[in-house]
T-cell receptor, first 113, second 115 residues
Framework: GENVEQHPSTLSVQEGDSAVIKCTYS??????FPWYKQELGKRPQLIIDIRSNVGEKKDQRIAVTLNKTAKHFSLHITETQPEDSAVYFC????????????FGGGTRLMVKP | DAGVIQSPRHEVTEMGQEVTLRCKPISGHNSLFWYRQTMMRGLELLIY????????DSGMPEDRFSAKMPNASFSTLKIQPSEPRDSAVYFC?????????????FGPGTRLTVT
C-alpha cells in the first residue's frame, strides 16, 4: 500500500519568515495530494490540494509543489503569522473507490512573534 | 449544512466497559472514515466505508473494535471491552466519491478517556 513520509516533525520559525514542509510518497499511482491544518483541539481541515496533472498551486500565502518523478511534494508558507501555528498533515490518494487518504505523520509548526 | 456530526464529544469510562461512538456524515457523501489520533501514533485510519459497505478495515486494532454503517446517514464505532490504551480522539470524516472531489470533511471528534 501507499506510504507517506513527512519532514520535519517540528518546525519553529520567526514571524514573517517562510516555512517549508516536505513529504514523499511510495506509490506512483497516487494522483491527489491534499494538505490539512489542525489547530490545537480542533479537527483537521483542508487548506490546499494538488492533482498530479499540475506541478504547482498557490493560494495567497500558501503554495504546494509536486515532483512526480521524485515522488515528493512540499507545502510552502510565506510571511508566516502566529495564527499559522498548528499541526500540518500531508496525504496522498489514488483514484480508488472511497477516496482513501494515506496521511503523513504531521509537522508541528510554531511561529514565534 | 451542519457538517459531520459526532457524538458524544467527550466520553470517560472505566476499563472493561463498552463504548459506542456515533457519526452522521454530510448528506450526499458516499464515503465515511473512522480515524484515531494520539500523540504517539498520529492520525490512524481505522476503517472506511463506501456506499455503506466496509472497504478496508485493516486499521482496526483488534477484535475489540467493530464498526457499522446501517444506512447512508449513520455509522457507529464500538469498543468492547475498552482498555486504557484506547484513550484517544476519534474522528469521523466523510467525502464525496465522485471524480476529483476527494476532500475529506472531519467531524469535531470524540475525546475518549478510559480509566
Amino acid at each position: 500500500g501507499e506510504n507517506v513520509e513527512q519532514h520535519p516533525s517540528t518546525l519553529s520559525v520567526q514571524e514573517g519568515d517562510s516555512a517549508v514542509i516536505k513529504c514523499t510518497y511510495s506509490d506512483s499511482a497516487s494522483n491527489y495530494f491534499p494538505w490539512y491544518k489542525q489547530e490545537l483541539g480542533k479537527r483537521p481541515q483542508l487548506i490546499i490540494d494538488i492533482r498530479s496533472n499540475v506541478g504547482e498551486k498557490k493560494d495567497q500565502r500558501i503554495a504546494v509543489t509536486l515532483n512526480k518523478t521524485a515522488k515528493h511534494f512540499s507545502l510552502h508558507i510565506t510571511e508566516t503569522q502566529p495564527e499559522d501555528s498548528a499541526v500540518y498533515f500531508c496525504a496522498a490518494s489514488m483514484n480508488n473507490a472511497g477516496n482513501m487518504l494515506t496521511f503523513g505523520g504531521g509537522t508541528r509548526l510554531m511561529v514565534k512573534p | 449544512d451542519a457538517g459531520v456530526i459526532q457524538s458524544p464529544r467527550h466520553e470517560v469510562t472505566e476499563m472493561g466497559q463498552e463504548v459506542t461512538l456515533r457519526c452522521k456524515p454530510i448528506s450526499g457523501h458516499n464515503s465515511l472514515f473512522w480515524y484515531r489520533q494520539t500523540m504517539m501514533r498520529g492520525l490512524e485510519l481505522l476503517i472506511y466505508f463506501n456506499n455503506n459497505v466496509p472497504i478496508d478495515d485493516s486499521g482496526m486494532p483488534e477484535d475489540r473494535f467493530s464498526a457499522k454503517m446501517p444506512n447512508a446517514s449513520f455509522s457507529t464505532l464500538k469498543i468492547q471491552p475498552s482498555e486504557p490504551r484506547d484513550s484517544a480522539v476519534y474522528f469521523c470524516a466523510s467525502s464525496p466519491s465522485s471524480g476529483w472531489a476527494r476532500e475529506q470533511y472531519f467531524g469535531p471528534g470524540t475525546r475518549l478517556t478510559v480509566t
